[in-house]
């Protein structure tokens, strides 16, 4: 019934029934938008939650517990012959008793305990030192390092004395000790520099994520080294130089379906392929950057390519007006323009395989390893298997350092996503 | 009523005005017309032409003289096929997948359409201007100097100075931007960018321009100086024009092709097909009774 068709008999109900209907489509629109407001909401609520939990579980790895110690080098306990021998530890925990002016009994049983305090780190830093120089025997040194885990815990309120004793790691002796530590201005805090500079450990206190990091780059390297180029021409091929046909159409679908399969298949098929067959060492960035490389490929064609449908053909048409060939007008005109889009669908699908986990697990890259990958056959580990390996360590200190390797791995993923931003940016910038 | 008889003075009316041309305008001779030669020898001869788009034939047998230094116009309803005979000129049919292209056309006795013949190098003597003004996203020169570039024409910086110069000059946009040349140019306005993409035309010494509808995206003093460029250019090149404007084509063209459903009905001196059609249906199109 349209307005021409209403009797002059009835205005005045028309006119309310019109009132009505304008009410109820205002109403629609409130609720819409109210539903709207309250997904966003809701979505924001478990980012927090996220967000909040894992740096209030992670923030205290970076804080850290050190000890000053003076150690006299007993000439007796060290053998010059032998340096890599010594009983390091046991020198330390000497000179730690030495401060609290307890002696060690006949079993050791005082020294060992003295020892649950302190990191092995003191040992290694006093080999160093002598292998530097050995005139250091007899003489006292003092040295820094970090507590053990358990008693950096203690400091942070994790071990409370409240607890019952036998369900702590350490007794109340200890942990008197350790007061008496403070009191004397031995024990200082700061910063955890360690966690940054050291690589796995079975130490918590000496574990950090550089190895991780490390690997993680170069992994990543490999990856966008080969899954860019090959996916951007690729993507380029399919778009402005394939015929549109059967055969077209069925690669189409081949891809976007590869896009959606679970990225264990594809560790599965590097085990298979690169493994297997072509014998890439197992565990190595190479083999790692060659499965996400696979994996990003789907995700970095279909980016690139709606990138280029999205650049206007009337450019296509002005370059091949003035006479470029194909090829010219692609890559001088149609892929510059598409550029912000090739590079953020590379970077975000980059910012993907850095947090892929399950295909690693099939390559072998799930080993525990303690230094710096150096290169890129040899064993490395990544940042999201480092996160897997900790979460599943039975030492308490992990845990807060898992929630810390989490904290770099999405540090990480920022700051590649701010880089696809700037880039893009900066390739928009020339219109 | 004058004002609309007097094309120059009424441009509100190009563009997508002719259903709403009276009668009269047929009568109006071409401002700047000086009654075209007779093509003894033709630029471009096209005979038999057919195109088909998948199955759907889109020409019909196009038998058509084209002189140069004149320019034609090519008049007609939309999707009459006007444009797609311009695109077969320079062979930019070839870019859709589902064109086909039958017959012959000849630019100075040799077929575009040989084996022999490179689009590429085909397309660096046949210009092309389209529709919407489509300069590349980079900077005037850029624009200019993209196809001396790439087809080599310049052998030197200077000398390709030179030939953005001249070509800007040509198109009369010099005097605007020869302050801003390393401005971009999608900044210009789009009077402007068409008058751009027209020395970018030029500046690869093309002998024919094709023109399909270039100012039916433009306002009507930017029609007008547009029409007036044409007219200049006509001394040294080939030109053909689609336009959707008849008081367009009677103002800026020597000859004007009437095509009506595929077919070419009628060709030949533009003041003959506007005051003496021979067709009636071209009569019928130019008094305003269809399209």
């Given at each position: 019934?349209?307005?021409?068709?209403?009797g002059a008999?009835?205005?005045?109900?028309?006119?309310?029934?019109?009132?009505a209907?304008?009410k109820?489509r205002?109403?629609?629109?409130?609720?819409?938008?109210a539903?709207?407001?309250?997904?966003?909401?809701i979505?924001?609520?478990?980012?927090v939650?996220l967000?909040?939990?894992?740096?209030?579980?992670?923030y205290?790895?970076?804080?850290?517990h050190?000890?000053?110690?003076?150690v006299?080098?007993?000439?007796?306990?060290?053998?010059?012959?032998?340096?890599?021998g010594?009983n390091?530890?046991?020198i330390?925990?000497?000179?730690?008793m030495?401060?609290?002016g307890?002696?060690?009994?006949d079993?050791g049983?005082?020294?060992?305990?003295?020892?649950d305090?302190?990191s092995?780190?003191?040992?290694?830093?006093?080999?160093?030192?002598?292998k530097?120089?050995?005139?250091?025997?007899?003489?006292?040194?003092?040295?820094?390092?970090?507590?053990?885990?358990?008693?950096?815990?203690?400091?942070k309120?994790?071990i409370?004395?409240?607890t019952?004793?036998?369900?702590?790691?350490?007794?109340?002796?200890?942990?008197?000790?350790?007061?008496?530590l403070?009191?004397?201005?031995?024990?200082?805090?700061?910063f955890?520099?360690?966690?940054?500079?050291?690589?796995?450990?079975?130490?918590?206190?000496q574990?950090?994520?550089l190895?991780?990091?490390?690997?993680?780059?170069?992994?990543?390297?490999?990856?966008?080294?080969?899954?860019?180029?090959?996916?951007v021409?690729?993507?380029?091929?399919?778009e402005?130089f394939?015929?549109?046909n059967?055969?077209t159409d069925?690669?189409?679908?081949?891809?976007?379906?590869?896009?959606?399969v679970?990225?264990i298949?594809?560790?599965l098929?590097g085990?298979?392929?690169?493994?297997?067959w072509?014998?890439?060492p197992?565990g190595?960035?190479?083999?790692?950057?060659?499965?996400?490389?696979?994996?990003a490929?789907?995700?970095?064609?279909i980016?690139?390519r709606?990138?280029l449908?999205?650049?206007?053909?009337?450019?296509r048409?002005?370059?091949?007006?003035?006479g470029?060939?194909?090829?010219?007008?692609?890559?001088?005109?149609?892929?510059?323009?598409?550029?912000p889009?090739?590079?953020?669908g590379?970077?975000?699908?980059?910012?993907?395989a850095?947090?892929?986990?399950?295909?690693?697990?099939?390559?072998?890259?799930?080993?525990?390893?303690?230094?710096?990958?150096?290169?890129?056959?040899?064993?490395?580990?990544v940042?999201?298997?480092?996160v897997?390996?900790?979460e599943?360590?039975?030492?308490?200190?992990?845990?807060?350092?898992?929630?810390?390797?989490?904290?770099?791995l999405?540090?990480?993923?920022?700051?590649?996503?701010?880089?696809?931003?700037?880039?893009?940016?900066?390739?928009e910038?020339?219109? | 009523m004058?004002?609309?008889?007097?094309?120059l003075?009424?441009?509100l009316?190009?563009?997508?005005?002719?259903?709403?041309?009276?009668?009269d305008?047929?009568?109006?001779?071409?401002?700047?017309?000086?009654?075209?030669?007779?093509?003894?020898?033709p630029k471009?001869?096209?005979?038999?032409?057919?195109v088909?788009?998948?199955?759907?034939?889109a020409?019909f047998?196009?038998d058509l003289?084209i002189?140069?230094?004149?320019?034609?116009?090519?008049?007609?309803?939309?999707?009459?096929?006007?444009?797609?005979?311009?695109?077969?000129?320079?062979?930019?049919?070839?870019?859709?997948?589902?064109?086909?292209v039958?017959?012959?056309?000849l630019?100075?006795?040799?077929?575009?359409?040989?084996?022999?013949?490179d689009?590429?190098?085909?397309?660096?003597?046949?210009?092309?201007?389209?529709?919407?003004?489509?300069?590349f996203?980079?900077?005037?020169?850029?624009?200019?100097?993209?196809?001396p570039?790439?087809?080599?024409?310049?052998?030197g910086?200077?000398e390709?100075?030179?030939?953005?110069?001249?070509?800007?000059?040509?198109?009369?946009?010099?005097?605007?931007?020869?302050?801003?040349?390393?401005?971009p140019?999608?900044?210009?306005?789009?009077?402007?960018?068409?008058r751009?993409?027209?020395?970018?035309?030029i500046?690869?010494s093309?002998?024919?321009i094709l023109m399909?509808?270039p100012?039916?995206?433009?306002?009507?003093?930017?029609t007008?100086?547009?029409?007036?460029?044409?007219?200049?250019?006509?001394?040294?090149?080939?030109?053909?024009i689609?336009?959707?404007?008849?008081?367009?084509a009677?103002?800026?063209?020597?000859?004007?092709a009437?095509?009506?459903l595929?077919?070419?009905?009628?060709?030949?001196?533009?003041?003959?097909?506007?005051?003496?059609?021979?067709?009636?249906?071209?009569?019928?199109?130019?008094?305003?009774?269809?399209?």
């Open positions: 019934m349209t307005d021409a068709n209403l008999a009835a205005p005045r109900q028309t006119l309310s029934a019109a009132e209907r304008l109820k205002h109403r629609a629109e409130r609720l819409f938008k539903q709207g407001v309250a997904a966003i909401i979505a924001m609520i478990f980012l939650v967000v909040g939990r894992i740096v209030t579980q992670g205290s790895t970076f804080q850290t050190t000890l000053s110690v003076a006299y080098l007993n000439p007796e306990r060290i053998d010059t012959s032998d340096l890599s010594v390091y530890d046991y330390v925990a000497e000179a730690v030495k401060k609290l307890v002696q060690d009994d079993f049983t005082i020294s060992t305990k003295v020892q305090l302190v092995r780190d003191f040992g290694f830093q006093l080999l160093n030192k002598l530097a120089d050995q005139t250091l025997i007899g003489q006292t040194v003092t040295v820094t390092g970090p507590l053990k885990a358990d008693a950096d815990l203690y400091f309120g994790q409370e004395r409240s019952d004793e036998g369900d702590r790691k350490l007794d109340n002796q200890q942990l008197d000790w350790l007061d008496k403070q009191k004397d201005g031995a024990i200082t805090s700061g955890n520099t360690g966690f940054f500079t050291h690589s796995d450990s079975t130490e918590p206190e574990a950090g994520v190895g991780a990091v490390v690997g993680s780059a170069m992994m990543l390297l490999i990856t966008a080294l080969i899954s860019v180029p090959v996916g021409l690729a993507a380029v091929y399919l402005e394939a015929p549109k059967r055969w069925i690669i189409e679908v081949n891809i976007n379906n590869l896009a959606a679970p990225s298949v594809y560790g098929l085990l298979a392929l690169f493994i297997n072509l014998n890439v197992r190595s960035p190479l083999v790692g950057g060659l499965v996400l490389a696979l994996m490929l789907p995700t970095v064609i980016a690139t709606s990138a449908k999205a650049v206007p053909p009337s450019i048409e002005a370059a091949l007006g003035v470029a060939s194909k090829t010219q007008t692609v890559f001088h005109h149609v892929l510059p323009l598409a550029m889009g090739v590079m953020t590379a970077i975000l699908s980059l910012a993907h850095l947090g892929e986990t399950a295909p690693l697990l099939m390559i072998g890259m799930v080993s525990f390893v303690p230094g710096v990958p150096e290169g890129f056959t040899s064993a490395a580990t940042l999201p298997v480092q897997f390996i900790w599943n360590a039975s030492e308490r200190a992990f845990h807060e350092r898992t929630a810390a390797a989490i904290i770099v999405l540090v990480f993923m920022i700051v590649m996503n701010a880089a696809a931003v700037i880039l893009r940016r900066r390739f910038r020339r219109w | 004058t004002s609309i008889l007097n094309p003075a009424s441009p009316l190009q563009g997508h005005a002719m259903t709403v041309h009276s009668p305008d047929s009568t109006r001779a071409p401002a700047t017309s000086t009654a075209a030669p007779a093509t003894a020898d471009i001869k096209a005979r038999g032409v057919k088909f788009y998948g199955d759907k034939q020409l047998d196009v003289d002189p140069a230094k004149s320019v034609t116009a090519f008049i007609g309803p939309s999707g009459c096929g006007k444009s797609t005979f311009l695109r077969c000129i320079n062979r930019m049919n070839d870019t859709i997948p589902s064109a086909r039958e017959g012959s056309i630019i100075d006795g040799a077929d575009v359409n040989a084996k022999s013949v689009p590429v190098v085909l397309r660096s003597r046949v210009g092309m201007v389209f529709q919407k003004p489509n300069p996203p980079k900077t005037i020169f850029e624009n200019v100097a993209y196809g570039r790439i087809h080599g024409l310049a052998t910086k200077a390709l100075e030179a030939i953005v110069e001249s070509s800007l000059k040509k198109a009369g946009l010099w005097n605007e931007v020869a302050d801003r040349l390393h401005q140019g999608t900044g210009l306005s789009g009077g402007q960018q068409q751009l993409v027209i020395a970018r035309a500046a690869v093309p002998e024919v399909d509808e100012c039916s995206a433009l306002d009507p003093i930017a007008a100086k547009i029409e007036e460029l044409i007219d200049e250019l006509r001394s040294q090149f080939c030109i053909v689609v336009t959707h404007s008849m008081a367009q009677a103002r800026v063209s020597q000859r004007t009437f095509f009506h595929g077919k070419l009905v009628e060709s030949g001196p533009t003041e003959e097909m506007f005051t003496n059609p021979r067709d009636s249906r071209t009569q019928d199109y130019i008094t305003g009774r269809f399209g």
